[in-house]
């Protein structure tokens, strides 16, 4: 009986497990495959197996941009974790109507393209957008955020804000009130018990909202690409022009698998980290 | 007192974040000429008329329609069977399993389609047959990134039934057909509407995944949207966007109608219970 069962789950989760082995096994392992090539615009491919497409990602500009790009991811996930935490507090303690509102509020953005509201930025901050009318309106000079790296951090901040309240309430639901009550009951004040009860049972949802925030704007392009432009250049940017304009394939490769394997290393660094607390917490 | 009122400022700051992009792109939708007025002069549909000249716009209305619709009933077709076997199973490494299954969530977008691309590439090499500029290498991208939502809303909508109802089915004389059509997915039904939805938001909206698989007849209205408001000031951009809001807005209200993630949430939290009044207020 149970192994029939068990032969029976296996074969409804093979086409699911089939479409993971072949659109993205399969694709991660080529490229792979292809970072191994001399680096260039050549067709077809020949060549190698060499590492000379990850030794020329040592060269400029890669090192500047890679370190621009870790430098934006870095201040998102601080920023929205700044402006999350309040609106998660908030939200764990809202019922009803109020919560619902709030909670559509938050996932309605996520429902939205992200190159939808990276265009409503550009509207807002572009020389001719709302920002610069209103300032010229105003008989102020004219000021445009479109085209800098506050642009970018701006609507980064933004499109991963959702993410970390939902990440950061869905710890702070978890906290049984009773367990507030008892610290108050022993004596502690408000402050202490916000800070040696609260934000410890926060910290599971706050390291798997920062790994996501932390992988996810590493790897945007649309935000980037048309509110940083040209000043603001990304790593991924860079692999979007090394394919589309440059042809070189192996490169854009080998910077494809430079980011795979660091996003893969925060997020098994979150993983493991959450992992020991969790096992700290309860002892086991 | 003063501790819930900073932070409902603080969330109301944060939530006027969220909203300021997408009511920018409406705001401009309606303006009644090209160019940006602060103040506004007046309200014009006139670009939504317009959308009808607009072949790009629309051909990427269509493409996105068509593409969502496919990958959805194909993420259905797989991530339903898929989460029935991850909750009713009894498989060893479920939980190996259903990380597999998320995993293309956290993956970059735009490298995914590099690879997706590649793959391609290697296909026609090897074997002759062209799937670039076909819906195929979409299809098949988009299939990979929704799966993941149907398995994770059929499967929670799933463990949340109870399986003695099954059961007493079979112990009725309902064979196993019966049982899986007639008990276990109409108890399921809100977990695969919800997921449905949600498959179709997320094909339907995505850019990254799609940007280096969108070519001639294939671009997507993300894509074509990208492309768009990259070099003209058009409001007519503006308006298929709007379009593309009010449908993740409809969509968010839907999903909290029929399974409510919220009101769920609320239910099976301990603290939603007991939000009356008279509950004494945590941490303040």
Known sequence: MDRSRRRVAGLLLLPALLVVAVVAAVPIGLLFRVALYPPGPVAPLSGGPELDSFAGLLSAPYPSVALRTLRLSLLTTVLVTLLGFPVALFLSRSRGLSRRIQTLLIVSPLLMSVVVRAYGWMLILGRQGFVGETLAALSLPRVGLLHTETAVLLALTESFLPFMILALAASLDRIDPDLLAAARGLGASSARTFFAVVVPLALPGFVAGASFVLVGSLSAYAVPALLGGSAARTFVMEIYELVTISFDWPTAAAASVVLLLFASALLGGAALLSRRRSARTFGT | ?284
């Open chain 2, 1 to 284: 007192m003063a501790m819930r009122i900073a932070l409902g400022a603080a969330a109301a700051v944060a939530y006027a974040v969220l909203l300021l992009a997408p009511l920018a792109v409406i705001v401009y939708s309606v303006s009644p000429g090209a160019a940006l007025e602060i103040p506004p002069s007046g309200v014009s549909l006139r670009w939504y008329a317009g959308l009808a000249d607009q072949p790009r716009l629309i051909s990427g209305l269509f493409t996105s329609l068509l593409l969502g619709g496919i990958a959805t009933g194909a993420a259905l077709v797989t991530g339903i069977p898929a989460a029935l076997a991850l909750t009713r199973g009894s498989l060893p490494g479920r939980e190996a399993f259903l990380a597999v299954l998320l995993s293309p969530l956290s993956l970059p977008g735009l490298v995914l389609g590099l690879g997706v691309l590649t793959s391609a590439a290697v296909l026609a090499n090897a074997t002759g047959i062209r799937t670039a500029g076909t819906l195929l290498p979409l299809v098949a991208a988009h299939l990979l990134i929704t799966i993941p939502w149907v398995v994770r809303s059929v499967a929670a909508s799933l463990e949340s039934t109870d399986p003695a109802l099954e059961d007493q089915a079979r112990s009725l004389g309902a064979g196993p057909f019966a049982t899986l059509f007639l008990v276990t997915l109409p108890s399921a039904r809100a977990g695969i509407v919800a997921g449905a939805v949600s498959a179709f938001v997320i094909s339907f909206g995505n850019f990254a995944l799609s940007l280096l698989l969108a070519s001639g007849r294939t671009v997507t209205l993300p894509v074509a949207i990208y492309e768009t408001v990259d070099r003209y000031q058009d409001p007519t951009v503006a308006a298929v966007s709007t379009l593309t809001i009010a449908a993740a807005v409809g969509a968010a209200v839907l999903t909290d109608r029929i399974s409510g993630p919220l009101r769920t949430r609320d239910a099976s939290s301990r603290s939603g219970r007991q939000a009356d009044p008279a509950a004494p207020e945590p941490a303040r």
